[in-house]
């Protein structure tokens, strides 16, 4: 068994090698310095959780409001363009939200929140097409494994960029002979984060610009003809669930750190380190996906997933003290990766390759609407039922996501849920 599962790993082509590489650079970045960084230097510029729920709503809406043209755009121009065209937005509108200091203070929120949706843009038509450039890059016998990587090095990427994002800015304070409380260092380690983008859209540039090889599909479950009437009810589960369990994750992403650094008084160091091991469980979980898959099956697998990310969220709610708030990290992050691994290539293989395309632009349109409600409702909710009430929320969502996955998929369609998928295939297929 362990020899078949690494054969698998050495079909991977070169096309999805380099991907994965620039995968893992958005991680440093993306998942890493930014998200240790950014909250810290918007609380530096006199900014509260309102506008940094603010600032991430407008994100997420962009995700929302973009996902499905973006899905149309990859189908017109390809999956591999967009990818590029998605990194230099993103890079640019980073570089661009990093300098908000030196903008005038009247035009500074304006700054932040324009530059900052012109990087999810970017981000948008990353993320609707890596899945599409993915399918059309793999065959049946290595997709799990090609996904569950591509999840896994971005939050092994987003190890080693949260240890970056804490330790940065206490070197950029020596240099400029600033206090960690001051905006001047985070500035600098946000350029840096974007910088680091550059070498990621090089790696991309270095793809096949062809048409991909043609892979071999041995679909295991019904699904639509290419060219057949809309798979419209499957597509809305899905992106539902999808919505529900990232408005459960958004609560965290959002509002961990400020949570630790105005409530818990945590050094900025301190916060990196923990963020840092809250990305790092995930790697070994999300590279177990394909054997989780594989003995239970897709759906029993997203559903668990969902579960266990629930019960992380939990613990941040319950227990208000750093080692707690650490755990849930952990657990909710390991949870949710191998989730969201597992139901990118279920909604891609339960549709036919021609709305595969679509299925990806309405799970992360409605992955932006669940994101961006947390995000808004719970930069104000938080003056009211405090950080506690705001992880219960997202505790809520998470379970409700898996509730709704199991009732449509499991127990309503459930010619839908996919067959344990065997981890060693026939020879022929080796």
Same mark, same amino acid.
């Given at each position: 068994?362990?020899?078949?599962?690494?054969?698998?790993?050495?079909?991977?082509?070169?096309?999805?090698?380099?991907?994965?590489?620039?995968? *893992?650079?958005?991680?440093?970045?993306?998942?890493?310095?930014?998200?240790?960084?950014?909250?810290?230097?918007?609380?530096?510029?006199?900014?509260?959780?309102?506008?940094?729920? #603010?600032?991430?709503?407008?994100?997420?809406?962009?995700?929302? &409001?973009?996902?499905?043209?973006?899905?149309?755009?990859?189908?017109?121009?390809?999956?591999?363009?967009?990818?590029?065209?998605?990194?230099?937005?993103?890079?640019?509108?980073?570089?661009?939200?990093?300098?908000?200091?030196?903008?005038?203070?009247?035009?500074?929120? /304006?700054?932040?929140?324009?530059?900052?949706?012109?990087?999810?843009?970017?981000?948008?038509?990353?993320?609707?097409?890596?899945?599409?450039?993915?399918?059309?890059?793999?065959?049946?016998?290595?997709?799990?494994?090609?996904?569950?990587?591509?999840?896994?090095?971005?939050?092994? /990427? =987003?190890?080693?960029?949260?240890?970056?994002?804490?330790?940065?800015?206490?070197?950029?304070?020596?240099?400029? =002979?600033?206090?960690?409380?001051?905006?001047?260092?985070?500035?600098?380690?946000?350029?840096?984060?974007?910088?680091?983008?550059?070498?990621?859209?090089?790696?991309? #540039?270095? *793809?096949?610009?062809?048409?991909?090889?043609?892979?071999?599909?041995?679909?295991?479950?019904?699904?639509?003809?290419?060219?057949?009437?809309?798979?419209?009810?499957?597509?809305?589960?899905?992106?539902?669930?999808?919505?529900?369990?990232?408005?459960?994750?958004?609560?965290?992403? *959002?509002?961990?750190?400020?949570?630790?650094?105005?409530?818990?008084? @945590?050094?900025?160091?301190?916060?990196?380190?923990?963020?840092?091991?809250?990305?790092?469980?995930?790697?070994?979980?999300?590279?177990?996906?394909?054997?989780?898959?594989?003995?239970?099956?897709?759906?029993?697998? &997203?559903?668990?997933?969902?579960?266990?990310?629930?019960?992380?969220?939990?613990? #941040?709610?319950?227990?208000?003290?750093?080692?707690?708030?650490?755990?849930?990290?952990?657990?909710?992050?390991?949870?949710?990766?191998?989730?969201?691994?597992?139901? &990118?290539?279920?909604?891609?293989?339960?549709?036919?390759?021609?709305?595969?395309?679509?299925?990806?632009?309405?799970?992360?349109?409605?992955?932006?609407?669940?994101?961006?409600?947390?995000?808004?409702? =719970?930069?104000?909710?938080?003056?009211?039922?405090?950080?506690? =009430?705001?992880?219960?929320?997202?505790?809520?969502? @998470?379970?409700?996501?898996?509730?709704?996955?199991?009732?449509?998929?499991?127990?309503?369609?459930?010619?839908?849920?996919?067959?344990?998928?065997?981890?060693?295939?026939?020879?022929?297929?080796?």
């Amino acid at each position: 068994m362990a020899a078949a599962y690494l054969r698998k790993w050495r079909l991977l082509q070169r096309d999805v090698r380099l991907f994965l590489i620039a995968q *893992t650079l958005l991680g440093i970045t993306g998942v890493g310095i930014n998200w240790v960084a950014l909250n810290l230097y918007l609380l530096r510029l006199d900014y509260g959780p309102q506008f940094i729920g #603010l600032v991430h709503a407008a994100s997420m809406t962009c995700f929302a &409001i973009l996902s499905l043209p973006a899905g149309a755009l990859g189908a017109r121009w390809g999956s591999r363009r967009a990818l590029i065209l998605g990194l230099v937005f993103t890079c640019t509108g980073w570089a661009l939200t990093s300098q908000a200091e030196l903008v005038p203070i009247s035009w500074r929120p /304006g700054w932040i929140l324009a530059t900052y949706v012109l990087a999810s843009v970017g981000m948008v038509l990353y993320f609707v097409n890596f899945a599409p450039f993915l399918m059309g890059r793999t065959g049946l016998a290595e997709r799990d494994h090609a996904f569950s990587a591509a999840v896994a090095l971005e939050p092994l /990427g =987003g190890f080693v960029g949260s240890l970056l994002g804490g330790f940065l800015p206490g070197l950029f304070a020596g240099l400029l =002979g600033a206090t960690p409380s001051a905006p001047g260092p985070f500035r600098f380690t946000l350029l840096t984060s974007a910088l680091l983008l550059v070498p990621a859209i090089l790696l991309l #540039l270095a *793809t096949s610009a062809g048409p991909p090889a043609p892979v071999e599909e041995q679909p295991t479950a019904p699904r639509p003809a290419k060219g057949g009437p809309a798979p419209v009810a499957v597509i809305v589960a899905a992106a539902l669930c999808l919505a529900l369990w990232l408005a459960g994750r958004s609560s965290v992403d *959002t509002f961990f750190n400020v949570y630790l650094d105005t409530t818990l008084a @945590m050094p900025t160091g301190q916060i990196g380190a923990l963020q840092a091991a809250g990305q790092l469980v995930a790697v070994p979980a999300v590279l177990v996906m394909p054997l989780l898959v594989a003995r239970w099956g897709q759906s029993r697998t &997203i559903i668990l997933g969902g579960l266990g990310a629930a019960l992380g969220i939990s613990l #941040l709610a319950l227990i208000p003290h750093w080692s707690a708030a650490g755990l849930g990290l952990m657990i909710m992050t390991a949870f949710f990766s191998i989730t969201n691994a597992t139901v &990118i290539v279920y909604g891609q293989e339960i549709v036919a390759a021609g709305w595969r395309e679509t299925m990806s632009g309405a799970m992360n349109a409605a992955g932006g609407v669940g994101l961006a409600a947390m995000a808004l409702i =719970g930069g104000y909710a938080i003056l009211s039922v405090g950080y506690r =009430g705001v992880f219960l929320m997202g505790t809520g969502c @998470m379970a409700a996501g898996s509730l709704v996955f199991w009732i449509y998929f499991r127990l309503r369609h459930a010619e839908l849920g996919r067959p344990r998928r065997p981890l060693v295939p026939e020879e022929s297929h080796l």
